[in-house]
């Protein structure tokens, strides 16, 4: 039966379980994890991405993730097994290849991930489905917030939820920062927390606080290798935060002191010691052979994660190639660095999207 938002209450916030790439691969431990996530009553997640579409090959990471990848086979059938138990599910999608597969399973939402709130192309198309989109925005500052909302909110996204995330893998808990969401629900924007904190305290703070949406990794066993499950949370906690986000009165907080604790930071929204976007963002990488003087497109290049094996800043998934042309000859998988491009008209700037 298919699932849909509207089943749950209203002013009511979403808990959302990512399994993400906690199986590792594994069909019967998939299956186990979908029916625990389904069975608390939350919103169930899965991460659409290709090692190939999501790294360059010299990208250090490549081997590891490779190994943890979740066959697109096995993908369709944990969607599949969600919308059974009438769960609602979404997809963080990586890629068109995603999106193409979050309209053919007509899941409930799409999640654009931290390392790509630079890639506009990405959020652009996301946006454009009319399925209600998710924005993570680990490892960036307020300006790349603003940049990504104006693109979503002029490519008519139905926004679901922005989500403020530290990308540090555990968070420690004073790196939480929830000042940044409290500061944008006073602005009136739907917002919620990615929590990558170990235990519930943030998490319960984020609650208390009046985000719209939670977002947790989700495994049966954190002791289980690889993925995330090292710093996901298990049934019995999930459960909790979903009586605590039905019921805030059933656990002690003093929401009141939350200002006065680690947990709260500081605004705005900024870059933390240990965030690196030169790892975690897309960077573009040629297609196939480039010619100096070449009038470049979108379709020329490949939106990849470079990491920092380089040599020259690289250019952005959210710089505009319009009217530019290149300085010199970029060989098939080439990264695109600064310097490499001109505006074929002298008067043009380049400028993101």
């Not at 389904?38 to 250090?60: D, M, W």
């Not at 409930?108 to 998710?134: N, Q, R, V």
């Not at 949370?233 to 907080?253: G, Q």
Request: glycine share 6%; net charge neutral; hydrophobic share 40%.
């Amino acid at each position: 039966m298919k699932s849909s938002l509207q089943h749950f209450k209203q002013n009511k916030p979403f808990i959302i379980l990512d399994i993400g790439t906690n199986p590792m691969g594994d069909p019967i431990l998939a299956d186990r994890m979908v029916r625990a996530a389904a069975q608390t009553g939350a919103l169930v997640k899965f991460q659409a991405y290709r090692v190939s579409e999501l790294l360059h090959p010299n990208h250090p990471a490549y081997s590891m993730l490779l190994l943890e990848e979740t066959p697109s086979s096995l993908l369709s059938q944990m969607i599949d097994l969600t919308q059974s138990l009438s769960a609602p599910c979404g997809i963080t999608v990586f890629s068109p290849e995603g999106i193409r597969l979050a309209k053919e399973k007509k899941v409930d939402f799409i999640k654009i991930a931290s390392g790509d709130i630079t890639y506009h192309l990405l959020i652009k198309m996301a946006a454009e489905t009319g399925i209600p989109l998710i924005l993570s925005t680990g490892c960036a500052d307020q300006k790349d917030v603003d940049s990504a909302l104006k693109v979503a909110r002029i490519a008519g996204a139905k926004l679901l939820a922005l989500l403020h995330c530290v990308s540090l893998y555990p968070a420690p808990i004073e790196a939480s920062n929830l000042a940044v969401m409290d500061n944008w629900l006073k602005l009136a924007l739907p917002a919620g927390f990615s929590d990558h904190s170990l235990g519930i305290e943030a998490s319960q703070a984020a609650l208390a606080l009046g985000a719209v949406a939670l977002e947790r990794h989700f495994t049966v066993d954190p002791k289980l290798p690889g993925g995330d499950n090292d710093i996901s949370i298990t049934e019995t906690e999930a459960k909790r935060l979903m009586d605590f986000a039905n019921y805030p009165h059933s656990e002690k907080m003093d929401i009141s002191s939350v200002n006065k604790t680690p947990l709260w930071g500081k605004i705005p929204k900024r870059i933390l010691k240990g965030e690196d976007p030169l790892v975690l963002r897309r960077h573009l990488v040629a297609k196939h052979p480039l010619k100096k003087g070449q009038k470049v497109r979108t379709d020329d290049f490949l939106y990849l994660r470079v990491g920092r094996n380089l040599c020259g800043p690289p250019i952005g998934a959210d710089v505009d190639l319009t009217n530019s042309e290149l300085t010199r000859d970029l060989d098939l998988m080439e990264i695109l660095k600064t310097g490499d491009l001109r505006p074929v008209n002298p008067n043009t700037h380049f400028g993101g999207v």
